[in-house]
């Protein structure tokens, strides 16, 4: 499958790469690494709808400041990529039309639960993260990892191991790693993704989680983010990352979750230490990894908040 994804590439004149909504660094770093080794016939898609306005933190990840965002997107490809990308729900309609009318796509990722949506489908589910998926399929391939490309991978993988302790982090993570390592300098990649947060992040950060909400014995911790909180702090959407981590990382919480309020309904992250998230996600035609998952809930908030705690209660 290596080669056809490389012929696809090398056959096609124009290719788009997708990342998913809310783009973070597995997704960011992948089409920053993929778009390193295609080069000038490749474009990088952010799915921000008006402005552009990716998460600041990952600016400093090659080509992604020159990346098309929705309002200047023309459908000129051949070829769509989508990386780290779990559903085709994951991408915005009007990159989804672009996608779905393409003549041929492929989708690189590492969700147990991606399906399979591209005409070609490289999914390693399991795999601590589409990072270390993607440079698999260089090494399989023979392709010398530059410079750029580690800094792309590297993040990739540092990120989505939440720093190499996820349980999805193995020894073959960690090779990766120190390869990747003798092409960059990993410690000021390091600050860049998590020494450099803004100080309205900070403060939004420290009023969702000084109000978040017990259950269940503590066993189950969540805080709502309403429009109304995310215009009180100019929070974006980069801000809420980190949040449910904290949360599950409190001694006795079995779940924790975060419910962010959008145009589209209610955003769900969900973190466990021992149950299988995708099971709760699921329900509501979500998905993701064991311990980290999400949803979608059409409805308003408080009444989302309802179903899901219900849905949340099942499972202790």
């Known amino acids: 499958m290596e080669k056809e994804i490389l012929k696809s590439i090398e056959d096609s004149s124009r290719i788009l790469i997708i990342t998913h909504v809310n783009p973070d660094g597995d ?23 008006d402005n552009f306005n990716f998460p600041n933190t990952y600016s400093f990840l090659p080509h992604i400041n ?15 990529i989508a990386v780290d990308v779990a559903s085709i729900d994951r991408i915005i309609d009007k990159a989804k039309n672009i996608f779905e009318k393409a003549q041929n796509t492929i989708v690189i990722d590492h969700h147990k639960t991606n399906s399979g949506y591209g005409k070609i489908n490289y999914i390693k589910g399991g795999i601590s993260s589409t990072g270390e998926v993607l440079f698999d399929l260089f090494e399989k391939s023979n392709i010398e990892i530059t410079s750029d490309m580690a800094l792309g991978l590297y993040s990739a993988i540092l990120t989505d191991t939440g720093c190499f302790k ?127 998952a999400g949803c979608t809930i059409k409805e308003k908030i408080n009444t989302a908040c309802d179903i899901f705690i219900k849905e949340v209660l099942a499972h202790i």
Not at 30 to 35: G, H, I, Q, R, T
Not at 248 to 260: D, M, N, T, Y
């Open 27 to 49: 997704t960011l770093g992948c089409a920053s690494a993929l778009k390193s080794y295609i080069g000038e016939k490749a474009d990088i898609l952010i799915q921000i709808k």
């Open 66 to 80: 020159n990346s098309k965002n929705l309002s200047n997107l023309n459908n000129e490809y051949d070829l769509i």
């Open 166 to 292: 996820y349980e999805s982090t193995t020894s073959h993570t960690f090779e990766i790693a120190s390869s990747l390592s003798k092409l960059i300098n990993t410690s000021n990649v390091a600050d860049l993704c998590y020494t450099n947060k803004p100080k309205n992040l900070i403060l939004f950060q420290n009023y969702l989680i000084s109000n978040a909400i017990f259950c269940a014995n503590d066993k189950i911790a969540y805080t709502l983010i309403t429009k109304e909180i995310i215009e009180k702090f100019s929070a974006k959407d980069e801000y809420t990352e980190g949040i449910c981590e904290t949360l599950r990382s409190i001694s006795g919480v079995e779940i924790a979750f975060v419910l962010k309020e959008t145009n589209n309904g209610v955003k769900a992250s969900i973190r466990t230490k021992e149950i299988d998230a995708t099971r709760i996600a699921e329900k509501f035609n979500g998905g993701g990894h064991k311990r980290a």
